[in-house]
């Protein structure tokens, strides 16, 4: 029997009829390709495994010289950069505002009047005056800036049970997941904020509210036009795709800019760390505790002894496992493909490594529902390819866990 995560939209019987009008009105070419210029991937930023500053005068940049070697994210997007259409650098723009507003909020001395941890104070909505949790806090913040910026369509996020309609003539759908891992911010453990971009299917205008928001929110993987995250540790490291390789902006808090840091982040084909909860050891399937135990011991393809690393926050993994290569997973169906694993899967695809479900390339899935959980596996390409030879590495003992 296929599972959730493999059903397609089109198979379930209540959903076939709209999305056959929705394919027969939806142009079937990938929609990036109209964003962004044709794939330059210049040599200047090495291996992904320490970014560098972009400097000026660079002769292997197809960037233009610039006066003092700092290229900030707008001046990236803009016509003297990759030059994506206006309309998404004024998008970027506003989510990368939303986040340093976030970053300065989980970075903030007075976060405890704002209650960080959900159930501090009253819960969330019981009591109009009641601190709000951060990630309650960081989803107004973020739709503020969609709202703002005039481009948006429909906001679908972690923190609402359906999606938000914005305008009518936004010409993209925002998916994303304002400030995950935030079960560990009283620790001071990075967070982190999760976007991906779609165009609004304008196939879809005429539909009641509520029916076009869904099918707009339950895009595939596929369709993403752009990606990101911001990782809120040490640095504040903005990660994104448009389809042309992966980059990284590190916030300048002289300035207040993100500056680009990497023009293409490569992962690495191989890495030797793997990152899970492996607490959950004797409920793993037996495919997963033989791979974890083989490359533990170093008796993998690669024939180095792996290390552990697990923070417990998903971007953070994966943000190290970008740089240093290897496989970052969850096992068990707990990480939602909408605004979590596609995202994070195309920038991981655009980085050279592979998102995966353990058995089906994540931005091949068709979401049926917005908040649709599924195993998620993303990591170096060998890494990914000796993983999923074991087969049996989705957890399907799912008990739901305390801590
Ligand atoms: O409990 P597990 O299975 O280790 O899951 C940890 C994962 O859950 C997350 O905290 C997200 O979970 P929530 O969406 O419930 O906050 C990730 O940041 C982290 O990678």
Redesign the pocket.
């Known amino acids: 029997m296929q599972s959730a995560s493999t059903t397609t939209l089109y198979q379930l019987p209540s959903l076939r009829g709209k999305f056959q009008t929705l394919l027969s009105r939806t142009r079937l070419f990938p929609l990036r390709n109209s964003f962004c210029r044709p794939r330059t991937r210049p040599s200047i930023s090495g291996s992904g495994m320490r970014p560098v500053i972009a400097l000026s005068g660079s002769s292997s940049s197809s960037l233009p010289a610039v006066d003092d070697g700092f290229v900030t994210l707008i001046e990236y997007l803009g016509k003297r950069g990759i030059n994506v259409e206006d309309d998404l650098v004024v998008l970027l723009d506003h989510i990368q505002y939303a986040c340093k507003r976030i970053a300065a909020l989980v970075a903030s001395p007075f976060n405890s009047s704002l209650g960080k941890q959900k159930g501090i104070g009253a819960a969330a909505g019981s009591d109009r005056d009641a601190p709000k949790p951060l990630d309650i806090v960081s989803n107004e913040i973020i739709l503020s800036s969609l709202q703002k910026s005039g481009k948006v369509a429909l906001m679908a996020s ?1 923190e609402n049970d359906a999606p938000i309609w914005i305008s009518d003539d936004g010409p993209y759908v925002v998916v994303t ?1 304002p400030l ?5 911010i009283d620790a001071s453990i990075p967070t982190g904020t999760i976007f991906g971009i779609y165009k609004r299917l304008e196939e879809l205008d005429d539909l009641p509210t509520e029916e076009k928001a869904m099918l707009n929110s339950l895009q595939s993987g596929s369709r993403l036009v752009a990606a990101g995250y911001v990782l809120y540790s040490s640095a504040t490291i903005l990660c994104t795709t448009f389809g042309s390789g992966t980059q990284t902006f590190t916030l300048d808090h002289s300035t207040g800019d993100f500056i680009l840091t990497n023009r293409s982040l490569e992962i690495p084909r191989r890495g030797q760390i793997y990152s899970v ?1 492996d607490a ?1 050891y004797f409920d793993w399937p037996e495919g997963l505790r033989r791979y974890i135990d083989t490359i533990r011991q170093g008796k993998g393809k690669y024939p180095k002894k792996y290390s552990a690393r ?1 923070i ?4 953070a ?1 994966l943000h190290r496992t970008l740089m240093y290569g290897g496989v970052a997973m ?1 096992p ?1 169906d ?3 493909l909408v605004y979590e694993a596609n995202p994070l899967s195309f920038i991981v695809e655009q980085a050279g490594g592979r998102g995966s479900d353990g058995k089906n390339r994540i931005l091949s899935l068709q979401p049926v529902k917005l908040h649709q959980r599924l195993p998620l596996f993303l990591g170096s390409l060998e890494d990914m390819e000796e993983l999923e030879s074991y087969e049996d590495v989705q957890q399907r003992v799912n008990p739901g ?1 305390e ?1």
């Open positions: 972690e997941d995950d891992g935030s079960r560990n909860n959950r697990y417990c926050s998903l971007v993994d969850n068990r707990h990480l939602r866990y801590v």
